[in-house]
Each structure stands twice: as C-alpha cells, then as structure tokens.
C-alpha cells in the first residue's frame, strides 16, 4: 500500500499567518492527491482534490500544489474558522490511505 | 442537497456482527462509487471500503478482508456495510462518503454524520 507522511504533526499559529503543510508519498502518484479538513466531532470536507483543483466553495486563501511524491496545503492567511485538522490522501491506487493529519492550532 | 445518513453502530462484543447502512438522498445515488471511511477514537482517518456503482467492484483495507462486505441497493438508495468478527480495534465512527464524480472513486466530496460501533466485552 502507498503511505503518506503528513508533516508536522501538529504546529501552532495566529490569525493572519501562513501555514503550509506537507504530504509526501512512499511511491509516485502523479497528482491523484485530495485535501480535507475536519474539525471536532464533524465529518471531513473536502478543500482540495487533484492536488491542486479548489473544491466548489473553499475560498481561495487554501492552495494546493505538487505531483509526483511530494505535495503541499497552503494557507495563505489563517482565520479563525482554519483551526482544524487537515489530512492529505492519496486516490491513485485502489487501495486508499490517507496521512495521519496535521492539527492547526491558536498560538 | 446531498444527504447521506448512517446507522446501524452500537456496542458489540468482541467476535460479533454489525450491518451499518448508510441512506442517500438528493443524488442520483446509482451513478457514483461509495465509500466506508472509519476514524479509531482521536486518532486518523482509515479509508475501509468501496464500492463502484453497480456492484461489480469492491476493493478493501487490508485489515478487514474476509471479515467486512460492502453492498448497495440502487433501488433503495443505501449503502451497507456487514462487519463479522469484530475486534476492538474497528472501535471507531464509521461515515459513508460519495465519490465527486462519477468517473471518480476514491475523492470523497460528501459525507455522513457517522455511525459509532464500539467492540468490547
């Protein structure tokens, strides 16, 4: 199975920052590469999809970029609502796995 | 809207049996794959299983082969997820997900609230 290594686990920020999160792939997955965002007891929401394609509705400040191996979440301006945990995974092979997630919190 | 509802969790002993079903609203369910996608309590997502949309192709997590079998009825717009020997480690909330498109099987656009299934003696 391909493993994906989200990376850091945790990191601690304020409003107005920009936080970039990195996902990276135990073999190539060209861009099959998706982003959700999950907040306490909700179910995830999908931000990005085809590693770098905004999904319908995730304003603009989240970018997404990458292919191959390694990727990248942006967020360009932290706002309150952000604080979340974010989790790449990977749709290239049938047998999907997703990262282990990177918790955003208030610094 | 897209309304996908789960049920069917609850307390279970270990070696037991739960059928969760996931009901679809708002989308012409018949045309998309479908996903079980379970999350141990505070810890990660774990994709479990898909289902394309006539039935024909399954695919499984490791961990649950042979024990867990996805199924769907069109005509009903649900989706079924039979979890037989149970251990504690599928203790977890278990949410349906759709694919976002049709040609598309493993992006997850829309999801369920969840289901609890909790495995303990």
């Known amino acids: 199975d391909i493993q994906m290594t989200q990376s850091p686990s945790s990191l601690s920020a304020s409003v107005g920052d920009r936080v970039t999160i990195t996902c990276r792939a135990s073999?190539?997955?060209?861009?099959?590469l998706n982003w959700y965002q999950q907040t306490p007891g909700k179910a995830p929401k999908l931000l990005i999809y085809a590693a770098s394609t905004l999904q319908s509705g995730v304003p603009s400040r989240f970018r997404g970029s990458g292919s191959g191996t390694d990727f990248t979440l942006t967020i360009s301006s932290l706002q309150p609502e952000d604080f979340a945990t974010y989790y790449c995974q990977q749709s290239y092979d049938t047998a999907l796995t997703f990262g282990g997630g990177t918790k955003v919190e208030i610094k | 809207e897209v309304q996908l509802v789960e049920s069917g969790g609850g307390l279970v002993q270990p070696g037991g049996s739960l059928r969760l079903s996931c009901a679809a609203s708002?989308?012409?369910?018949?045309?998309?794959?479908m996903s079980w996608v379970r999350q141990a309590p505070g810890k990660g997502l774990e994709w479990v299983a898909n289902i394309n949309q006539v039935g024909s192709e399954k695919y499984y997590v490791d961990s649950v082969k042979g024990r867990f079998s996805i199924s769907r009825d069109n005509a009903k717009n649900t989706l079924y997820l039979q979890m037989n020997s149970l251990r504690a480690e599928d203790t977890a909330v278990y949410y349906c997900?759709?694919?976002?498109?049709?040609?598309?099987?493993?992006?997850?656009?829309?999801w369920g609230q969840g289901t609890q299934v909790t495995v303990s003696s």
């Open positions: 708002g989308l012409n369910f018949s045309h998309y794959w």
């Open positions: 073999q190539v997955i060209n861009i099959y």
């Open positions: 997900a759709r694919a976002l498109f049709v040609f598309v099987a493993g992006t997850f656009d829309s």
